[in-house]
């Protein structure tokens, strides 16, 4: 009897597969192995509120994979994993489930780094850091970078601009209008990036305070969160999570551009043909969305973190952007294909060595 499960991992090959739990604390986590071609698989440690098992699982694997292209397309080298734990951050995260979790960890043996994500912090990767050195994303205090969301904003940004020359002519986000989906660690820092810049911002988040606090300090519009995607703009922005470019919702998209942070923003890739057959320039999330992970894995560099050399490589994503616009152009592909072939010809050159 196949199972889905086992077939996705061979479908795209899948190094490895780890469920971990703890019943005295409560734990139940997964651990996706993509890839270690290019170095030890990395990615971000996310807690949720699953619907179910295998829809944690499959968003671990997912992630997974969405890592390896991303620091394999951004020229960093390492592989790509994920780790999810199943509950709600803020009622069921406890030091007791975390020192677990790490402790899942450490026993890989250097073959998966973790860092923050969605619903786990900078403070919660320092307690993982007590039961495994391999931790990448940590405070200052700890040797690390701090807190990346800014990076992840400014890198996004920098990918906007580049869709803005290509579609309107020109860079500048003065006057463009921006719809902000999600106010999150990354969506908030983009939002004050792109107000102070001029652009025309409408913005929603299931969390009401995050809205009130947006009209309120930055004066911008909001709107329901299911309408959000809806706004007649330049550039549909999505920070929250991932599926949000699906068949219900691209036939419903007012803009030019989609550009954002949230990972995984296709429901499925037959989505970004869609979107190219609307004319509509998609930035691939794990090129718009990697100066989070280019800033604190900089600390892996010989000499440790360097902040100047940090920021600088973020800003290359307006660059690398540019790339797989020209790519997609030459070749009459959607921008989704064209950055999966340059992550692939890296991909394929790593192993090519190991053969040697």
Not at 15 to 32: D, S, Y
Not at 95 to 108: D, H, T
Not at 316 to 330: G, W
Request: aromatic share 6%; net charge positive.
């Amino acid at each position: 009897m196949k199972s889905p499960i086992f077939d996705y991992l061979v479908r795209y090959g899948y190094k490895k597969l780890v469920l971990c739990t703890n019943r005295e604390v409560g734990l139940r986590g997964v651990i996706a192995i993509h890839s270690t071609d290019l170095g030890p698989a990395t990615g971000g440690l996310r807690m949720w509120t699953y619907a179910s098992e295998e829809e944690a699982i499959m968003d671990a694997l997912r992630l997974a994979r969405g890592m390896t292209y991303k620091y394999a397309a951004a020229g960093v080298n390492l592989g790509g994993g994920k780790a999810v734990i199943i509950g709600d951050p803020k009622t069921e995260k406890t030091e007791g489930l975390l020192r677990a979790m790490g402790r899942f960890i450490q026993s890989l043996g250097g073959e998966y780094q973790t860092g923050e994500d969605v619903g786990t912090t900078l403070d919660d990767m320092e307690v993982l850091y007590g039961e495994t050195e391999h931790v990448v994303t940590l405070p200052e205090h700890c040797g690390g970078a701090g807190p990346i969301g800014p990076a992840t904003a400014y890198g996004v940004q920098q990918a906007m601009k580049a869709c803005c020359e290509e579609v309107y002519g020109s860079e500048p986000m003065k006057g463009r209008r921006v719809a902000l989906q999600g106010l999150g660690a990354v969506g908030w820092p983009a939002l004050e990036g792109l107000v102070k810049e001029g652009a025309k911002v409408v913005v929603a988040d299931i969390d009401r305070a995050k809205v009130d606090r947006a009209r309120r300090q930055l004066g911008v519009k909001a709107v329901p969160p299911g309408e959000i995607h809806a706004q007649p703009c330049d550039i549909f922005a999505p920070y929250a999570l991932g599926g949000i470019l699906n068949t219900r919702t691209i036939p419903e998209l007012r803009c030019k551009i989609v550009c954002g942070s949230a990972n995984n923003q296709l429901g499925e890739e037959r989505h970004g043909d869609l979107l190219a057959k609307r004319g509509i320039l998609y930035a691939p999330d794990y090129i718009a969305n990697a100066g989070g992970t280019i800033y604190d894995t900089d600390r892996l560099q010989k000499g440790g973190f360097n902040r100047e050399r940090a920021w600088r490589n973020v800003g290359r994503i307006r660059e690398r952007m540019k790339e797989v616009i020209t790519l997609a152009r030459r070749e009459r592909i959607p921008t989704y294909r064209a950055a999966d072939r340059l992550a692939e010809e890296r991909l394929a050159m790593a192993r090519s060595l190991k053969l040697i």
